[in-house]
């Protein structure tokens, strides 16, 4: 048996569906997960020593391509000197000090070890600074897997959501209102009726979890307005964009300052690193200042924060995210084109180093058109790339990720794969 199907056997033996997270067990596109052995720069090598070009990136954190030597080195380098103290590190300092000096709306940050710990505890923080219960969220936008997060709208515009996992019980998401993203009227509609109950708003300010959808003009400036206005908090769940979409994560594309920001992926450099920040008067409320409880062994991790230090130190070089957006617009214009040419309905959109691919005429602003995506033409284009050594996200509804190291040789080697994949649709 290939290398690959026999250990994804074993994995099932003695691991739920074989893998830890469970998009990487190929459900949605069928077939066998490869096994990832080694990675270097754009390239993933699987368990049969195939070499992919790498567009999952781990899911966002590789922005600076895998196995950075000077990330590796960082990493070897205070590994030496103890993995995990539980006591301060001037390195949570340094990496706090980073992540302020570059995101204005952020005085004070809370290190956290993943992006669910570090919307559920934002979340928390939202209720306990305004003693209010409800949250609102947007249908398709994906905030972790903390309970009152894991809801899906209801029927009827202004319905409380239902669970999308079992384990959740109803009164654990009663709080939780599911709205259409990009609709601001709805949003309006929630405040007028629920506005002195909601804590927060939290929102994917760019959504890179229902493939890539950008919010239309005036939908972020007008959640700000309202939050304002009813005295509820703004909370920006950066942890796919976070130094990922721009220099300042979206709210520094889109001029709109959120009160609490969440991140992750990128600011770990490939270790497990989260965090929320904020203005200093509402991180205040967090204990050991405050009442609002929140703490973790491992937060603060000093091989996490070296690694993700160093990252964000080579993400400041001159240009970085300008040569990273050109290289992603050149690869999703590119796909636009093999895809037209090959007469297959497509369309692709791009930020930063985030892109998406659609299998429909245009680019989707609502959940409700990126749904409307050809999901088998899509599953037919993951295979054929894939043989052709090009690892897209094994699922229709994520965003793809460019890296530093995807230059245009690696550009053009995808695109010459796409050219004869469309042509085999
Ligand atoms: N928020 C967003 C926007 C995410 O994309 C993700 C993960 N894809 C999370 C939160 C959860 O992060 P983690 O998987 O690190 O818990």
Redesign the pocket.
């Known amino acids: 048996m290939p290398r690959n199907a026999s250990l994804f056997e074993r994995a099932c033996q003695t691991i739920p569906g074989g893998v830890n997270?469970p998009v990487r067990a190929f459900r949605s596109v069928g077939g066998v997960p490869r096994f990832v052995k080694r990675a270097q720069g754009p390239y993933i090598w699987d368990a049969e020593d195939h070499r992919y070009i790498d567009y999952v990136g781990s899911?966002?954190p590789a922005i600076l391509g895998h196995a950075h030597p000077d990330i590796v080195r960082v990493v070897q380098e205070t590994a030496v000197n103890g993995l995990s103290f539980g006591a301060p590190t001037e390195g949570e300092i340094e990496i706090a000090e980073a992540i302020a000096a570059r995101i204005p709306s952020i005085e004070k940050v809370r290190l956290v070890s993943?992006?669910?710990?570090?919307?559920m505890s934002a979340i928390r923080l939202a209720r306990g600074v305004t003693g209010r219960p409800k949250i609102v969220k947007f249908e398709g936008?994906?905030?972790?897997?903390a309970d009152s997060l894991l809801v899906k709208a209801g029927s009827g515009m202004l319905t409380f959501g239902n669970p999308t996992s079992a384990g959740v019980p109803p009164e654990f998401i009663q709080h939780t209102l599911v709205l259409d993203y990009n609709r601001l009227e709805a949003v309006e509609a929630a405040f007028k009726e629920f506005g002195s109950e909601i804590a927060c708003i939290i929102v994917?300010p760019i959504a890179?979890?229902m493939n890539l959808v950008k919010p239309v003009p005036g939908f972020l400036e007008g959640l700000r307005r309202l939050c304002t206005e009813y005295g509820a908090l703004l909370i920006f769940?950066e942890?796919?964009t976070g130094f990922r979409a721009g220099p300042q994560g979206v709210q520094g594309l889109a001029g709109v300052a959120p009160d609490i920001t969440?991140l992750?992926?990128v600011i770990g450099g490939g270790m497990p690193v989260?965090a929320f920040g904020g203005r200093a008067d509402i991180m205040e409320h967090i204990a050991p200042l405050g009442p609002v409880y929140q703490a973790g062994t491992l937060s603060g991790n000093p091989v996490a924060v070296a690694a993700g230090l160093a990252t964000l130190r080579l993400l400041s070089e001159e240009g970085f995210y300008d040569r990273l957006s050109a290289q992603t617009a050149k690869l999703a214009h590119g796909l636009a084109e093999r895809a037209r040419a090959a007469k297959v309905p497509f369309s692709a959109d791009s930020v930063g180093g985030m892109f998406g691919i659609y299998f429909r005429e245009g680019v989707p602003t609502t959940f409700e058109e990126v749904s409307e995506s050809d999901v088998e033409r899509f599953k037919k284009f993951f295979h054929a790339m894939l043989i052709r050594g090009v690892y897209l996200a094994p699922s229709a509804f994520e965003a793809g990720f460019v890296s530093s190291t995807h230059d245009d040789a690696v550009i053009q080697a995808t695109l010459d794969a796409a050219e004869e994949a469309f042509a085999a649709l």
């Open positions: 997270s899911w966002g993943s992006g669910t710990e570090a919307t936008c994906y905030h972790g897997h994917e890179g979890n769940d942890v796919m969440t992750a992926k989260g």
